[in-house]
């Protein structure tokens, strides 16, 4: 054991009857007094996250050993601090394989309908079970004064955790693999703080039927793409224009990553099946915001008419 100022074999001798910690040696310790050892293990203590043990334990094991997922771009993603990842989403199994397979803690927020299972198989169930237990928070999608309420939570919950925040701009699942116009909370999301914000693309996550029911992916894959900068939007007041471009341009870094053919509407109203093939049709762009100029910077918050 190296004592501080000492050096050689007398500084590796432990000192007898005398405890150690960083700031040296202290006097000799009663008979039944902790070791030096305990004692430095108690000044120098880690607290593991239960999330932590979950994953690398269970959580990360079981996906890697039935989806075989990859993950590349890691390197994008800053050690510490808020961080936005935004994805296209194709299936339940996104909200699984990504926090798995990212080292760090990953929250999301989570539409509010599926923290319920009641009722519902065994892979609602465990997607609900997952969402409690690394502590997701519920959004509410029902438009107005709610959702907006539910975005201001979202936010100040990532202020406060400092974790990586998973966000879907389209609202819901992709009804067949392309991907769709995304919603502009995303960039008011985005603009309303100071986390990164970085693109994120799933490939190959479709779930099909394995043996006994076992909901399977053939190996997906999460590419990670480099920060997007809006930060001259940050600390204004945002009009449509600039909103709908920030999600469009976000929307288009993760076509990017995942090479989807892209639908200019929203998904939720190919689900319900307000449209038809034909509309779908004459929605396909090459990109999103294909045509579409970038908007002024608009005054920031407190500005006045000179911009002093």
């Not at 800053?78 to 990504?98: E, F, M, Q």
């Not at 990532?158 to 502009?184: A, F, H, Q």
């Not at 590419?223 to 920030?246: C, K, N, Q």
């Amino acid at each position: 054991m190296l004592v501080p100022g000492g050096s050689g074999a007398a500084a590796d001798r432990p000192h007898r009857g005398r405890s150690v910690t960083r700031e040296g040696v202290r006097a000799p310790e009663r008979a039944g007094c902790r070791s030096a050892r305990t004692k430095i293990a108690q000044d120098q203590e880690v607290v593991v996250h239960p999330y932590t043990v979950f994953k690398t334990l269970l959580f990360r094991p079981v996906i890697r050993l039935l989806w075989r997922p990859w993950i590349e771009g890691v390197e994008n993603v800053p050690s510490s601090g808020p961080v936005i990842l935004v994805s296209n989403h194709v299936s339940w199994g996104d909200t699984l394989v990504t926090p798995a397979m990212l080292p760090r803690q990953m929250t999301f927020p989570a539409k509010a309908e599926i923290f319920d299972a009641r009722g519902k198989g065994p892979a609602a169930k465990l997607v609900a079970w997952f969402l409690r237990t690394v502590g997701i928070q519920p959004m509410d999608r029902s438009g107005g004064r709610a959702s907006v309420g539910s975005l201001e939570a979202v936010n100040e919950h990532l202020r406060r955790t400092g974790l990586v925040l998973g966000i879907y701009p389209e609202g819901t699942r992709s009804p067949d693999g392309r991907l769709y116009k995304g919603k502009t909370g995303v960039a008011r999301l985005v603009l309303s703080g100071e986390a990164p914000v970085l693109p994120v693309g799933l490939v190959s996550s479709e779930i099909h039927r394995g043996p006994l029911g076992v909901p399977m992916m053939h190996r997906p894959g999460i590419r990670i793409g480099r920060p997007l900068d809006f930060s001259e939007y940050r600390g204004t007041t945002p009009s449509r224009e600039v909103l709908r471009w920030v999600t469009d341009e976000i929307m288009a870094a993760i076509q990017e990553l995942t090479g989807q053919e892209y639908v200019d509407v929203y998904a939720s109203s190919v689900k319900t099946g307000a449209l038809s093939e034909a509309d779908l049709a004459d929605k396909v762009l090459a990109r999103p915001g294909l045509g579409t100029t970038k908007p002024p910077v608009p005054v920031a918050a407190g500005a006045g008419a000179d911009g002093a």
